[in-house]
Every structure is written in structure tokens, then in C-alpha cells.
């Protein structure tokens, strides 16, 4: 009894031992269902949906499990070159160097700067408190920014062998510190610095530590809105322009040299949420590869504001990984991100926080195979991520993309599919299989799918090829019956308007297909609103506007995908209305206005109906233009294009004659009365915009009253 | 004779040696116990008369002693057993050099009071803290003898409250509590003081004030740095924090509310991703002794607070904070640029009489997280009628029936219902599984009324809707899934966006502190703000919730479906601070009275359900099986399962939405919890670019297979042990967990890439699990 007694303390007390990890290893058996972070990805219409989760902590990695006596002390940098990683932790004044496992294998410190470079002429000892970034070389020798004293320093085997300090060149102000914050060495042993407060790029040095050139400049943004705040600028007082965007280009933050030797930068705007090409792969010649066909918006895409600070992205870091995905560091959130290295959005994990895979202060990462490790300057700890099966058989997806590879299964891609239902380049990898296979209707819907509207046109073209081929003589049938009624109607309505014996008038100018006359004699059509009233007709009027509405609605919801690619919910009933109704009632009592002022003879009903039916041939035009949208693929929508013209020309001739005609102008004089009707409309669109300021002040008012006294009581 | 006396002294003396060793024990075992009397260490020639304590005893009985100290109101509580015992201010504060700050403060009081002052409300920012150490040292407290105990009345002069806290000894367990009847404030304070003397001068240095929070006994039990042990955080699945300096942030308390955090407040971003607190028990334990707390009264408006370790605190210890009232933010115009922060207290009034937490002492092999679960189980059995419900082990599977979706027609937008599942399909949907081997399936039907799964209109009329086949095809689904195991269809009965039904969603949603409706909304994942493009929804208030639940229950029973699946009501804890607004407290009222109305004809389903509805339900899906993972968190028990397995059937989430399923498989067989699947029956590609779009891959071919392969592994160990309590709970590797039931199953998790031995000889074969002591399948 005893001995049991004994064996159960023995085995408590292990138990207990055993029921902690250390500090940093708390053990955790994750259940799979909980991440402290939000996954999501972004769709086409750039707003983040759920997505499965992508990466997971793995481990996390400090002192008490890395073989260190003393704790990290707000690490700077880390690199990995192949077999170790190196951690610059310059606060303790050491680089220590691990092994994959990050366990330390071997702390460099001390390091010596001999009399050629000391001040003091004897070799002394130098700290290295203060840098902030280093370069590994294959060698194991090291390149270190030491931003402190404002030097580059390369150490070799505890020795510094060479220094570099502030160059002596007419384009960098020598008053300013010369801060290096990091450093890289690319092809031929260039040394690139990033230098505080230098914005023509990053220095570059050769191997002998001579000034060469800068590299790696941003252009400033001359989008339309810097043109316009430039001159806005000029209205400025002092206080105002202090705090208006700075026109100076945005340096470079950080930056990594890929396989290829082409260098990753990253660059730090957040005066906007979604400033595109902050991150850039530069050749050689300094031209941006990455963004030279379109440009790429990296980190958050969603706006957010928090009391009047926008909080966009804020990159810090990149890595290029094993397979050339681009790791981002955000500091904003504390997020990470993923991207391929055409620049599209992978996945993304991590939040600032206080629990198991968030960070505290994250300021630097590095890959090592495909784990992503994050070094946390204020938790003093490396968290490491490992993806989750989802994300790693997403990234082996869009490699076989890139490399054109589409042996990768139907399966393979459906595997991905019933992870998650909601990613388009997934549908996109389906509808490539498909298409390849010739298979191309399957194809198209996968298309539409991934919103891809150039690979469904290529589908959609050869899709069609086959239909006309293999149904080609009923097609052929249909047309010719087509063409036959059509040349029959033509002669119908020839005969028509030709005009009866026994009348003045043709046919076509009964009340009903008046709108069909005016169509093709607007003049003689218009000046009978003065002769014969009775041929106005109220109900055409409102059906031709009524039409209009309707066609705008059929507009928006039944385009053909390949010109279309809206969503229900973006359908605003008060927009379409406003552009279709609003928009005729504007320009019909402007002008009407107008028109009274300058002796127009045209009364209000003659305007309204005139121009109603004036509408004809731009309704017409735009049923066409629907209906043809299902049926042409992308490279014919320069017939559509057209036949929208046609349409809009053909109504506005008829418009100018109807006005020439009911308000008896000259030609002239009808030019004037189109541009002041436009500055009337633009008139009481003002008018409009004002009182609805007025009232919604009004009425936010009232409510804030009543908010205060409720408050009050 | 003398031989085995020799051998059993030997024996003896090596235990003794072994316990010194592994402990650093401040009581030896043995013959010494009751005679232990309570001392304070550190005290020498210059220690201040006033900080020395001395202790006299006050109660007895039942294995247990409770000494006070009458000047200063400490108390010290025995184990009669062990010998061992417990100071509700750590007895070696006095040798302490590291602890300093708040820490110091708050370890020394015995009662932290939160107030918020009144003249200044319009300039709030937070809640100001005052310490019973500070009225102790001002001599500002009288302790007086009660029946089996004292009472320790603290008089704040300076905010006019006076807080009467009561220690007696019930049974061997310690018993705190505060009679609200006693406590008296502003107006009431001043006339007791003028009773007893006060001059007009010293009222003038009286200033009213909202009494906020009452942080009761925040250092009982607290353990420094050189005990061995563990203090045990009811946070998601349950935490335990040793000892040892850990990751605290500096300066900061853990403060989680009980059952989630207050939801009549609109938060307009996310903060954290983390578990809520499901069971009002915490505890420290350390060597073989524990201290359990169960909030017995008022577990709704309390809150579990814990310090850890860390730079500036030496001290490790958990505790309970009865909330009254609260500062809460809420936004003026919001979303316009005039968008304003206003603070608020609430002024609401609690129904409570009395705020009563009670510690039992555990000693031995019960001294530890599983003895506490058992203690808490106990407890909810003898109290809170928690019953062992009669289920058999099943696979739970989601079936969400239809969605609401925008659809146009000639531009006018409106609200498509699209079936993702009709009642026919659903039948289908289990033939295939019980074809496949499954024979025991616990369905749950999500959006079979009212708008689909994302209430529109609050949802009473219970009727099936038509387009998934009407009443006919539902009872034709009800009679089929009940025979496959049991059918819950859900029902939300909390959230609503629009009036309907005679519940007016003006009138009958909850308010904020600011007298405006409460919105939830739902939030961007990116930028964690709330979405403006999605219509939020409300929550209902007290009144409205017993009208929607009465006429649900109405309607439903006339679908003669006996049981049903509540999810917000067995999870939501929210109070409603407009007029005549119910708080917390009587919230949970409203839930239980509702919980026990339906228990008392109908079988019901939880989700995610917090400890104050898990004694009316059978089933609970969703359960915790992970803590938030703070940093300062050391270890992680699925505390929620030892507490309820084997009395009311669990499982954890849908496995298809895992990021891995085999690791929660795993973390299933560990807790011995169910499998859970959601899942619908057309293709989910067409909720992409819909508001639904978060349903992505639920299609339920695309993990049928799966499940079926899952359920074959599991049932022959599930099976056996459905219905039974779990015993013991450890961790034998770091990768290596072995579950204990009470009929003698043992199970192994192994979470390693390799194999491993178990001490029996059982081998788990890598991220596998293996039993010992049941039938093999």
C-alpha cells in the first residue's frame, strides 16, 4: 500500500512536471477549430471573404528553448543563408547563430575593429548596439548596418575588414545622419544600403566600398490626384500644407534579393488604403518587372479608419521563399501575407495580440522551406507558421498555373474546390483543365465563376465555333427567314410612309406609330405637334420612358458575363432610376426653362413628347446592344460599341431637328439653346444637391436634438 | 515484526524525503495537521505592529477551521486533513520585494471596489479602483462575529459606500458573500454616518458615486513563485497557470466575463479572437491541496480575474469580481464624420440579494483540475438539477436548409429564398449515411423557417417552410431522423432585424447605456470593422423573449416534433439597459425559465451552451475544446468535458471547417466528445458573392466519406464510453494524453510523429489513439 502510495506522489508530481511546457513551448494540442486570427482572401470584387485557415503556429521559439542563457533583447533582423540562421539581437550586442531548429550553435560578439580603422589608432572593441539590419555572407562573414554610428561595418572572423561611412557625393546632404537601417549584397558583391532620410533609392557601393549609384527609386504617383492636389496646393496656408502629402518620393523600407538576383523592395505608403506598387521586383536596369503591366495593390484592400487615422497596410519586410511566393510583413495589424510572384493575393495569417500566434512588435521574417518564421521584437520570442494542407496544395496549384503545367488534374483542382468553394483562381484552374480538353462549355461556367471575362471569351468564341459548325444548316435556315421578313417589313414600311392617295399624311403618322415617322422624317414629324395636337400621345411618352428605365434595368442584369461583370446586390434602383427618368425630366424642364427665356415656341408637352420620342433609336440601339452581348465574345465588342453610336447619334440628330422644329430656331440658335439647357440642367442639379444637403442637415439636426434631450432624461 | 516495522519507518522516511524534495510544502504531512495555526512570515523587530496579523478562530467543523484576524478582517482557512492552510492575503506578503504597484495593492486588500464618480461621468474614461487595504490601514473597518463566522465591514468614506463582505464556514467550505440589502450607498452611507457621528466637515469630503465592481479576495489563494502548483482559468475549454514567471503583460489583470462578454454595447471592431468563460468555477492547486470557487450567486454579473507572474507581481492567483454596473462606450452618429465616444455608466438594478461565492477545500487526489470538475459537477448535480440524459452516441450532422438572398426583378430588389436543402433531401442525405455504417445520426436542421438560417423577422410561427416541402415533408423528415437517432431542428429565438408577429423590433430589442438600439453586426475580416453593407441585428429584450419563446413553443408543438435545438438561447448572456431594462441577472432568469418551460415537454439541443443552460438540454454541439491561448496560459484541459461528459452528450465543431481534420478528430477522441458535420445538399458554389458566402464547401458529398470512414474508427471506443463520467485526465508527453473513465475505458492520444508505449504497455501508433479496459472493435 505504500508502494502505491508512493508510486501515485511519484506520478502526481510528474504528471504536474510534465502538464507544463516552458515559457514558450505552453503545450497546446490544438483542436483545429480556433485560430486567434481571422483567414480570409479577397475576391474579385476586392473585399476580404472567409477562407480556410492557411497557415498555423507551429511553434515558438525564445531563450528557454534555443540553448540561450540570456533572453533576446528586441532582435532586429534575421537571415537564413542555407544551413543556419543567423539572429542580429544587437541590444545584447551578439549575432547568434542556430540551426534549422533554431537551437544556437554559436554567438558571435565581442567583435574587434583593428587600429588601421579605429579612431584611437589600437584595436579596440566595438559594440554593435543600435544596428539595425545585416547581411550574411556565404562565407559566414557579416555585413552590418550599424545605424548607431551611422557606418556600414563587414566583419570578418570577429574582425572588421572594412568600413563604409557617409560618401562623399553631391547628391546626398551631408548635414543629414547618415542612418543605414538595412543592408543587402547582390550580384558582383554590390553592397545596397538603405539609408534613412536618402530618397533617391538605396546606395549602392562595390565590393570595395566605393559610392556607385543609387538605385531602386520610386516614382512619385502622377495620378490625376496628386496633379490636382499639387494646384490645391496652391490655395494652401502654412498650417494646411504641414500637413498635406508630401510630394517627395516614399522610400524604400526593406528589401530582399531573390534567386534570380532581381531585388524585392518594399516601401511603406500609408496615406491611403490601397496604394498600389508598394512592393516592386527591380532588374538591373531599375525597372519595376513586377507591376509593368498592371499595377498591384499588396495588404489590406479594405478601407478602414479609426478617429481619422487610416489605417492602411504598413509593409516592413518581404522574403522571397523556396518557390518564389513573396512573404510580407505588415505592421499595421500585424498581419502576413502571401503573394505569387505574378502579385496575386495567396493567403494571409496573424494579428497583434496577446495569445499563442499573434505578435507584439513583428519586425522581420524569413522563410525556411515552407515555414514562415517571425521574429517579435517585444514578446522576444520567433513564432513560427506552418501551412495547413489547404494552403499548401494552394500554392502547388498556382505553380502548375505559372508553369503552364495543366497536367495537374481535374481532381487535383476539385480536391482544392471542396476545401473552399469561394476562390476564383481555383474555378479558373477548372476552367483551364476544361478548356485544354476541349471541353468548352463546362469550361465557361467554370470561367464565369472565377469572374475571368478574357478566358470565358476565348471559351465562349470557340464554344460558339462548334455550335454554329455542328447546327450550321438550321442556322442557316433561320437566317435566311430572318433576313426575308426583315427585307419584307422594310418594304412595308416604305410603302408606309410613302403616303396615302387620298391623304397628306402616311400611315405612319397615326397617333401610334407617329414615333416611327419622326424616326425617319423628324421635321415633318415635329411641326404636326403645332398643326395637328391630337398626334401627341401621352402614352407613348410615358412608355418610351418607361422603356428606358426598363432597358437600363435589362442593362445591368442581362449583359452577356463577358461585358458584364456586376453582382445583384451592386444594383442601385435609385441610380438607374436617376440616370433613365431623372435624367430625361431634367433635361426636359431645363430646356423648357431655358427655352422660355430665349422665345422658344415650344410648350412644355410639345418638349416632353419630342424628346420621348426621340429616345427611339438610342432604346432600340441599347435592346440591341443586350441582346448581342449574349452572343459576341470579346474581341467583337467593337460591333456593339458601334451600334451603341448609331444609336445615340442617330437620337441625338433627331433631337436637334425636334427642337429646331418645335421652338422655331435657327440652326444657330439652337446650338445656344442646347448648351444652356446643359447649364441649366447643371443648374438645378445644383439646385437638387442643395436642398437635399440642406434637408439631411436639417433633419440629422433634429435627430441630434432629440438624441441629447433623450440623453438628458 | 521488527523487521516490517523497520521496513514501513524506511518506507515512511523515503516518502517524507521523496515530498521534500518534489515540494517545497509549507505544512508537513501527517499527525501535525489540525494542530497547524496560521502565521504570518517575514515578521521581525522592525515590521510595524499595525501589519502584523494575529489570528483567532472563529469556526469549526466538517474537516475544516476558519481563523480571522478581528483588527484587520484577513482570514485564514484550515485544512483540518492536510493541516494545510489558506490566507485570503498571501501570509508572506512581508518577505516580498518584488511584487509593487497595483499588484501589491490588490494583493493586499481583501475587497477591490470599482466606482465611477458621479459629478465627473461627463469626462469618464474608465473605472477608478480604491482597496481595502487602504481602509484597513486607515482603521475605517469593523469586523464583527456572525454565526460560523465574520463580517468584515468596510467603510470608503471618500465614494460613501459601506460593504459588509461575510465569511462563514458552511459545511468544511468557506463561504463568502455580500449581502446587497447591507451595502449602503451615497445617501443611505451618509445617514448611517451621521448616526454615528459624522461632522458637516466631514461629509463635505464625501463625493457620490456608482458603486461599478466589488473584486472579491483577489489574493486567495495566490502562490509565489517558489510553490509548486497551478491555478486552474475556466477560459474556452479550461487554462491552467503555473507558478513561474510567465508572459503576462505587466501591469495588466485577466478579466473575462462569465458567459460572454456584455452584448447590449455595439462594438464597432474586434479586438481579439478568443473563448468565452462557460462554467463560473476557478481554483489554484497546489502540491496536494486546492481551492476551488464555485459562484453560486450571481455566476451572470461576475467576471474571473487572474494574475500571473511576471515583471513587477511575484504572485500567481484567480478570483471573481461581482459586476454591478459598467462603464460602457457607445458611438453618437456613427459612421458620419460627426461620429462621437460617449461613456455611460449603467444604471441598472440587480435583483440579486446576495453575490455568494463558495470554496471547498480538496486534498489528496482530488486536489487537482479533475477533482474540481468533479466538485463542480457536483455541485450542478445537487443544485442545478443536472441530470444524466439518456442519449445514445451519435454523429452529429448540420443540415442548413435554406439561405436568403438578394434577387432583382425589373430593379426592384427582394429576398429569394434559395432550398440548399429541402426536407426530401435531407431524408436522403441520412439514408446515404446510414448505408454507408452510420447507424446513430443526431441531425439539426438550420434554416427550415421563418427567413432560413439568418433570421430576418423573429421567428415564432414555426412552420416549415414551403419551398423545402412544407409541413408534410418536415414530419415525414421528423419521424425518419428521430428513428435514425435524434432530429433537433434549430431554432434562434434571440435575433431578429425587422417586426413581425406582434414583437416589435423597436420596442422589444435591447438598448444600450445611451438609450439607442443595439446592433450586432457582422464584421469584415480584413480590417475587423464593423461591415456597413450587411443590415445588423437585434438583439430581444426580457419581455419580448418570453412572448417570441411562448408563442414558438405554441406553434412548434403543433409540428409534434418532441425535441428542438436552441442556439443563441444557450449562449447569449446580454442585459438590456434601456427602461425598465432586465440586467444580466435576471436575464439568465428569462433563459432558465424559458429552458425549463421547453425541457419540461421537449428534448433539447445546445450550442456553444454556458453553464447555466446544460442542466435542461441532452445534447450540446460546438463545445469548447481550446482556451483563447493566451501567452501566459501554460496548459490547456478540456475542463468543459470533464466537467459534463457522460451526463449530457458532446461534441465539438464541424469538422468540414477544420483547418485539419485529423488534428480535431484527435482532439475528439481526447474529450471523448461526438463528430459534427455540417453540411446541405446542392453545390455551395452558389452562395459565393451572397451574403452566405461563408457556408463555402459544406456540400455534404464532400465529406461523407470522410465521416463515415471517422465514425467507423470511433464507434466501438464512442459507444462505450458515451454515458460515462470522465475519472482522470493527463498528460503524459508532450504529445501523449490518457483519459480515464469511470467504467474503467482508458484512452491514448498521440499527437507525435512517432509511436508510443504507454507505462501499461498499450502502443498508440503516431497521431493515433489506442484503448485499454473496454471491448476492442
Not at chain 1, 490645391?232 to 510630394?247: A, D, G, I, P
Not at chain 1, 501551412?387 to 498556382?398: D, F, H, I, V
Not at chain 1, 422660355?596 to 433609336?617: D, F, N, Q, R
Amino acid at each position: 500500500m505504500l508502494k502505491t502510495i508512493c508510486k501515485r506522489w511519484l506520478s502526481l508530481s510528474a504528471v504536474v512536471l510534465v502538464l507544463f511546457g516552458t515559457m514558450a513551448g505552453a503545450v497546446y494540442a490544438r483542436s483545429g477549430f480556433f485560430t486567434p486570427y481571422s483567414n480570409y482572401e479577397y475576391n474579385y470584387y476586392k473585399e476580404s471573404v472567409s477562407a480556410p485557415v492557411s497557415y498555423v503556429l507551429d511553434k515558438v521559439y525564445d531563450a528557454s528553448n534555443m540553448n540561450l542563457e540570456t533572453a533576446l533583447s528586441g532582435a532586429n533582423d534575421m537571415a537564413f543563408n542555407g544551413s543556419s540562421m543567423f539572429i542580429l539581437d544587437s541590444n545584447n550586442n551578439r549575432i547568434i547563430e542556430t540551426d534549422v531548429n533554431l537551437k544556437a550553435k554559436k554567438i558571435y560578439t565581442n567583435f574587434v575593429m583593428p587600429a588601421a580603422f579605429s579612431a584611437s589608432g589600437v584595436d579596440e572593441t566595438i559594440t554593435i548596439e543600435g544596428a539595425e539590419g545585416f547581411y550574411v555572407y556565404d562565407n559566414g562573414d557579416f555585413l552590418i548596418a550599424d545605424t548607431a554610428n551611422e557606418r556600414i561595418i563587414k566583419i570578418h572572423e570577429g574582425r572588421v575588414v572594412q568600413v563604409i561611412t557617409q560618401p562623399d557625393s553631391p547628391s546626398i546632404d551631408k548635414e543629414s545622419p547618415f542612418y543605414v537601417r538595412k543592408v543587402v549584397v547582390g550580384s558582383q558583391g554590390r553592397i545596397y544600403a538603405l539609408v534613412e532620410s536618402i530618397n533617391q533609392g538605396a546606395l549602392v557601393f562595390n565590393e570595395d566600398g566605393e559610392f556607385l549609384s543609387f538605385y531602386g527609386s520610386n516614382k512619385v504617383r502622377k495620378t490625376g490626384e496628386v496633379i490636382y492636389k499639387y494646384l490645391w496646393r496652391k490655395f494652401m496656408s502654412e498650417e494646411q500644407l504641414q500637413q498635406m502629402y508630401t510630394f517627395t518620393p516614399v522610400n524604400m523600407l526593406n528589401f530582399d534579393i531573390d534567386a534570380r538576383g532581381f531585388m524585392i523592395s518594399v516601401t511603406q505608403d500609408t496615406s491611403d488604403v490601397g496604394v498600389p506598387n508598394t512592393v516592386r521586383r527591380l532588374n538591373y536596369e531599375n525597372n519595376d518587372v513586377l507591376n509593368s503591366n498592371k499595377d498591384h495593390v499588396f495588404g489590406d484592400l479594405e478601407w478602414d479608419r479609426d478617429r481619422k487615422k487610416v489605417n492602411a497596410t504598413a509593409l516592413v519586410d518581404v522574403d522571397v521563399d523556396f518557390e518564389g511566393f513573396y512573404v510580407l510583413l505588415d505592421a499595421t495589424r500585424g498581419r502576413v501575407f502571401v503573394y505569387a510572384d505574378d502579385g496575386s493575393f495567396v493567403s494571409e495569417f496573424g494579428l497583434y495580440g496577446a495569445q499563442a500566434g499573434t505578435f507584439g512588435n513583428p519586425v522581420a521574417l524569413e522563410t525556411i522551406g515552407e515555414k514562415i518564421y517571425v521574429m517579435d521584437a517585444q514578446k522576444n520570442c520567433i513564432h513560427v507558421f506552418s501551412p495547413t494542407e489547404y494552403a499548401k496544395k494552394y500554392r502547388a496549384a498556382l505553380l502548375s498555373l505559372e508553369s503552364g503545367d495543366l497536367d495537374q488534374s481535374v481532381d487535383a483542382w476539385q480536391e482544392l474546390l471542396n476545401e473552399n468553394t469561394n476562390n476564383e483562381l481555383v474555378y479558373y484552374g477548372l476552367g483551364r483543365v476544361y478548356d485544354e480538353a476541349k471541353e468548352y462549355e463546362t469550361a465557361m461556367e467554370y470561367f464565369k465563376l472565377a469572374k475571368d471575362q478574357e478566358s470565358y471569351s476565348y471559351s465562349f468564341k470557340e464554344y460558339r465555333k462548334n455550335m454554329i459548325q455542328d447546327n450550321f444548316l438550321p442556322m442557316f435556315i433561320v437566317v435566311l427567314v430572318l433576313v426575308a421578313i426583315c427585307l419584307v417589313a422594310v418594304r412595308l414600311v416604305k410603302k408606309k410612309l410613302a403616303g396615302r392617295e387620298d391623304s397628306a399624311y402616311s400611315v405612319m403618322e397615326s397617333k401610334w406609330l407617329f414615333p416611327l415617322y419622326t424616326l425617319f422624317h423628324p421635321a415633318d414629324g415635329f411641326i404636326q405637334f403645332k398643326t395637328r395636337k391630337h398626334i401627341r400621345s401621352w402614352e407613348m411618352t410615358t412608355g418610351f420612358i418607361v422603356a428606358w428605365f426598363l432597358l437600363s434595368v435589362l442593362k445591368f442584369f442581362a449583359t452577356g458575363f463577358i461585358f458584364n461583370d456586376k453582382r445583384t446586390q451592386d444594383f442601385s434602383l435609385f441610380i438607374t432610376a436617376a440616370a433613365s427618368i431623372g435624367l430625361y425630366f431634367l433635361f426636359v424642364i431645363a430646356n423648357w426653362a431655358i427655352c422660355t427665356l430665349i422665345e422658344g415656341k415650344g410648350t412644355l408637352p410639345e418638349i416632353m413628347t419630342m424628346t420621348s420620342y426621340a429616345l427611339l433609336p438610342y432604346l432600340v440601339s441599347s435592346l440591341l446592344v443586350t441582346i448581342c452581348s449574349n452572343f459576341f465574345c470579346l474581341d467583337e465588342g467593337s460591333f456593339m460599341t458601334i451600334i451603341t453610336y448609331i444609336g445615340l447619334v442617330w437620337t441625338g440628330l433627331i433631337l436637334f431637328v425636334g427642337l429646331m422644329t418645335i421652338h422655331e430656331y435657327s440652326a444657330g440658335k439652337t446650338v445656344v439653346c442646347i448648351l444652356l439647357t446643359v447649364f441649366g440642367m447643371a443648374v438645378i442639379l445644383f439646385l437638387i444637391i442643395l436642398f437635399y444637403t440642406l434637408i439631411t442637415q436639417t433633419v440629422s439636426f433634429a435627430i441630434s436634438v432629440v438624441q441629447e434631450v433623450s440623453l438628458r432624461l | 515484526m521488527k523487521k516490517c516495522i523497520l521496513r514501513v519507518t524506511a518506507y515512511v522516511l523515503t516518502v517524507l524525503l521523496l515530498l521534500s524534495g518534489v515540494s517545497v510544502a509549507a505544512a508537513p504531512a501527517g499527525a501535525a495537521a489540525s494542530n497547524n495555526l496560521p502565521t504570518q512570515l517575514g515578521v521581525d523587530e522592525y515590521t510595524d505592529a499595525s501589519n502584523i496579523d494575529t489570528y483567532v478562530q472563529v469556526a469549526a467543523g466538517d474537516g475544516a477551521t476558519l481563523f480571522a484576524d478581528m483588527t484587520s478582517g484577513k482570514i485564514a482557512l484550515r485544512n483540518d486533513k492536510t493541516g494545510y492552510i489558506w490566507y485570503n492575503v498571501p501570509n508572506n506578503r512581508l518577505q516580498d520585494t518584488v511584487t509593487v504597484g497595483t499588484y501589491a495593492s490588490q494583493l493586499d486588500s481583501a475587497l477591490v471596489v470599482g466606482y465611477v464618480d458621479i459629478a465627473a461621468e461627463a469626462f469618464l474614461t474608465g473605472v477608478t479602483y480604491l482597496y481595502s487595504y487602504d481602509v484597513v490601514a486607515a482603521g475605517k473597518v469593523k469586523v464583527e462575529e456572525i454565526e460560523n463566522g465574520i463580517r468584515v465591514t468596510y467603510d470608503f468614506d471618500s465614494t460613501g459606500f459601506r460593504i459588509p463582505v461575510d465569511y462563514t464556514l458552511d459545511k468544511g467550505t468557506l463561504v463568502t458573500s455580500v449581502a446587497f440589502k447591507d451595502v449602503l450607498v451615497n445617501e443611505a452611507f451618509l445617514e448611517a454616518k451621521r448616526k454615528e457621528g459624522w461632522t458637516k466637515e466631514d461629509e463635505e469630503y464625501m463625493f457620490p458615486s456608482h458603486l461599478v465592481s466589488l473584486w472579491l479576495n483577489p489574493g486567495l489563494g495566490a502562490q509565489n513563485t517558489a510553490q509548486n502548483g497551478y491555478v486552474f482559468i475556466p477560459d474556452g475549454s479550461g487554462a491552467l497557470v503555473d507558478f513561474k514567471p510567465g508572459a503576462m503583460a505587466p501591469n495588466t489583470v485577466y478579466t473575462k466575463t462569465v458567459y460572454g462578454e456584455e452584448k447590449a454595447q455595439t462594438v464597432t471592431k474586434i479586438e481579439d479572437y478568443g473563448q468565452d468563460v462557460h462554467l463560473p468555477v476557478f481554483g489554484t492547486v497546489v502540491d496536494n491541496n486546492a481551492l476551488c470557487g464555485i459562484i453560486e450567486e450571481g455566476d451572470s454579473i461576475s467576471s474571473i480575474m487572474a494574475f500571473g507572474a511576471t515583471q513587477g507581481c511575484n504572485y500567481t492567483g484567480v478570483s471573481c469580481r461581482a459586476n454591478l454596473r459598467d462603464l460602457y462606450t457607445a458611438y453618437l452618429y456613427q459612421g458620419t464624420n460627426n461620429e462621437r465616444q460617449v461613456s455611460r455608466v449603467s444604471l441598472n438594478d440587480l435583483s440579486l440579494d446576495v453575490y455568494r461565492v463558495r470554496y471547498t477545500m480538496l486534498s489528496g487526489e482530488d486536489a487537482s483540475y479533475m477533482g474540481m470538475a468533479q466538485l463542480y459537477r457536483d455541485y450542478l448535480v445537487k443544485q442545478k438539477n443536472l441530470t444524466k440524459k439518456d442519449t445514445k452516441a451519435a454523429l452529429n450532422v448540420d443540415l442548413i436548409n435554406c439561405v436568403e438572398t438578394d434577387a432583382n426583378f425589373l430593379g426592384f430588389t427582394y429576398k429569394k429564398k434559395l432550398a440548399l436543402t429541402t426536407f426530401d433531401q435531407a431524408g436522403e442525405i441520412l439514408d446515404t449515411l446510414q448505408e454507408a455504417g452510420v447507424d446513430s445520426i443526431a441531425s439539426r436542421l438550420l434554416g427550415w423557417t421563418n427567413n432560413g438560417v439568418m433570421n430576418r423577422t423573429p421567428s415564432i410561427k414555426a412552420t416549415p417552410l414551403s419551398i423545402l416541402g412544407g409541413k408534410k415533408a418536415f414530419q415525414a423528415l421528423a419521424e425518419k431522423a428521430t428513428a435514425a437517432g435524434a432530429f433537433y431542428p434549430n431554432e434562434d429565438l434571440v435575433r431578429l432585424q425587422k417586426s413581425a408577429g406582434g414583437i416589435s423590433a423597436r420596442r422589444a430589442s435591447i438598448k444600450s447605456v445611451v438609450g439607442l438600439p443595439v446592433y450586432e453586426y457582422s464584421y469584415i475580416p480584413s480590417a475587423l470593422v464593423y461591415d456597413m453593407n450587411k443590415l445588423p441585428s437585434r438583439l430581444l429584450s426580457g419581455n419580448g423573449l418570453q412572448a417570441a419563446a411562448e408563442k414558438f413553443k405554441k406553434n412548434y408543438e403543433k409540428l409534434q416534433c418532441p425535441s428542438l435545438a436552441l442556439d443563441t438561447l444557450t449562449n447569449y448572456c446580454y442585459s438590456d439597459f434601456g427602461k425598465k431594462g432586465l440586467y444580466r441577472d435576471e436575464m439568465m432568469g428569462v433563459y432558465t425559465d424559458i429552458l425549463q418551460d421547453y425541457a419540461s415537454t421537449m428534448r433539447l439541443e445546445g450550442v456553444k451552451a454556458q453553464a447555466y443552460a446544460v442542466p435542461y438540454l441532452e445534447r450540446v454541439l460546438d463545445i469548447p475544446l481550446d482556451s483563447s491561448q493566451y501567452d501566459f496560459f501554460d496548459a490547456e484541459i478540456p475542463f468543459y468535458s470533464l466537467v459534463f461528459h457522460g451526463y449530457v452528450a458532446l461534441a465539438g465543431g464541424d469538422m468540414n471547417r477544420s483547418f485539419d481534420t485529423h488534428l480535431s478528430f484527435l482532439k475528439s477522441v481526447e474529450s471523448g466528445s461526438e463528430l459534427h458535420y455540417s453540411g446541405m445538399y446542392e453545390d455551395a458554389a452558389q452562395l459565393k458573392d451572397t451574403a452566405a458566402s461563408s457556408y463555402y464547401s459544406t456540400t455534404y458529398t464532400l465529406w461523407k466519406d470522410e465521416a463515415v470512414a471517422l465514425w467507423a474508427e470511433y464507434k466501438p471506443l464512442l459507444s462505450q464510453i458515451h454515458n460515462s463520467v470522465i475519472t482522470s485526465y493527463d498528460r503524459l508527453t508532450n504529445d501523449v494524453v490518457r483519459t480515464v473513465y469511470e467504467n474503467g475505458v482508458t484512452v491514448y492520444v498521440n499527437y507525435a510523429d512517432k509511436a508510443y508505449t504507454a507505462p501499461d504497455g498499450t502502443v498508440v501508433k503516431a497521431k493515433g489513439f489506442a484503448y485499454t479496459g473496454g471491448e476492442q472493435g
